[in-house]
């Protein structure tokens, strides 16, 4: 029997992924709620679901086991909270919260009132992120060493008004959107982060559309995360660079369309590396650099992994996130993927990111 999802806030993103939940055999949408009268009403008829006026209307109705929170971030704590005090499961759009306080206030209720809440991010469920961190973890090109994010985005679709600039309802960049990046950045490093420095600069109206994070990690890695709101839609761009002691990985799109890998292995490794990306290596026969001394002519191999269903990528890691959550619902033994403490901690760093900027001080963890 399919668990009965609620579904809060049918906006643009809440429509996408309610399309992902509509298919899926573990739920089945059997109500909506959104403040705009116009947005419920295409929703309910879409799902053939209840239409409620408000949040507390839906969490009475004793078929709603499980809500999907898909409402602006400054929401998501109060309704967060109200659906765990019914008893019921949630699924939260990122970010878990836009303060720390907040953030704490929940977890300890989830944990009091032993549901299951889970955080939608998506990145770490992306096929080619998902090789990235399996070659990390083999370690066939040596232990991470840095990690360079760089993600320049459209601020056409985000008018002066939006709740998006303002720190107080969205919590700003790093929370809203970097958040992501921090989960997969946290994910990558494998081990918590330790230091945490953030610079911004302002556009001359005041909104802060440029900010960049600076993480140093237990383990040594260096991290930076740039994330900017600042151009036309055209000229969007997402580089992950991932540097390796024997190599480095660059991804290209946020959702990525391309990952290339290049290092320096072993003939007798070279196997299962082209088994672990999937794919068959190119062999480059390098001469020594010239003018360097010391440098020796050498080896290097090369694989370029590629996606050309971006769209469908996404749609199933969204679909993965729910369907987790879903058997840790069913099976109390069961440890989901994303786990409360994973999806706080990714929080804590976007959060301090800001606190950061605020103060103008180096964080620690
Ligand atoms: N995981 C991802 O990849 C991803 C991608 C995009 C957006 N998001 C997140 O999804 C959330 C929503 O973003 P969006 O772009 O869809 O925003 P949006 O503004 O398009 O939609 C928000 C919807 O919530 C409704 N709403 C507002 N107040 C409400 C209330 N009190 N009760 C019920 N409904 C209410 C609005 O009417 C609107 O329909 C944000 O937290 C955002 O960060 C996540």
């Known amino acids: 029997m399919p668990i009965g999802l609620g579904i ?17 055999d573990e739920v089945r949408i059997v109500a909506l709620t959104d403040t705009d009268a116009n947005r419920l009403a295409e929703g309910a008829q879409r799902y053939q679901a209840r239409a409620y006026p408000d949040l507390e209307h839906l969490l009475q109705d ?3 086991e499980l809500v999907a929170i898909s409402t602006p971030p400054w929401l998501h704590v109060p309704q967060a909270l109200a659906a765990v005090e019914a008893g019921k499961h949630v699924f939260l759009e990122k970010p878990l919260a836009t303060t720390l306080e907040d953030a704490d206030r929940l977890l300890k209720r989830v944990r009091e009132q032993g549901v299951r809440l889970s955080v939608d991010y998506v990145l770490r469920r992306i096929p080619i992120y998902r090789t990235l961190q399996k070659l990390i973890k083999s370690r066939l090109l040596g232990d991470i060493a840095f990690l360079r994010l760089e993600n320049v985005a459209s601020n056409e679709a985000l008018h002066a008004n939006h709740w998006f600039w303002d720190r107080a309802r969205s919590g700003g960049i790093f929370i809203e959107h970097g958040v992501h990046f921090f989960d997969l950045g946290n994910q990558l490093c494998g081990v918590r982060p330790e230091t945490v ?3 911004a600069r302002n556009a001359v109206d005041g909104r802060q559309d440029r900010v960049l994070s600076a993480v140093s990690y237990e383990n040594g890695v260096l991290a930076s995360f740039y994330h900017a709101f600042d151009r036309p839609a055209i000229l969007e761009q997402t580089v992950l660079r991932v540097g390796l002691d024997q190599g480095n990985v660059t991804v290209y799109g946020w959702i990525p369309e391309q990952m290339d890998v290049r290092g320096v292995l072993p003939e007798e490794q070279r196997g299962a590396l082209a088994t672990l990306l999937g794919t068959d290596l190119n062999v480059l026969n390098l001469p020594a650099p010239e003018g360097i001394t010391g440098a020796t002519a050498g080896q290097v191999v090369e694989a370029t992994l590629t996606s050309t269903q971006r769209t ?7 679909r993965l996130g729910m369907a987790d959550l879903v058997r840790s619902i069913l099976d ?7 786990t409360l403490e994973d999806a706080y901690d990714s ?10 900027l605020e103060t103008g001080q180096s964080l620690s963890f």
Do not use: C, K, N, W
């Not at 469908?312 to 969204?318: F, L």
């Not at 109390?332 to 994303?338: D, F, G, I, L």
């Not at 929080?347 to 950061?356: H, I, N, P, V, W």
């Open 8 to 24: 809060v806030g049918y906006g643009g993103f809440g429509a996408f992924t309610a399309d992902v939940y509509a298919r899926m």
């Open 62 to 64: 004793p078929e709603v």
């Open 197 to 199: 420095t953030a610079y």
């Open 312 to 318: 469908a990528d996404y749609q199933e890691a969204i």
């Open 332 to 338: 109390p033994h069961y440890t989901p993927e994303v």
């Open 347 to 356: 929080f804590r760093l976007a959060y301090l990111s800001q606190r950061s």
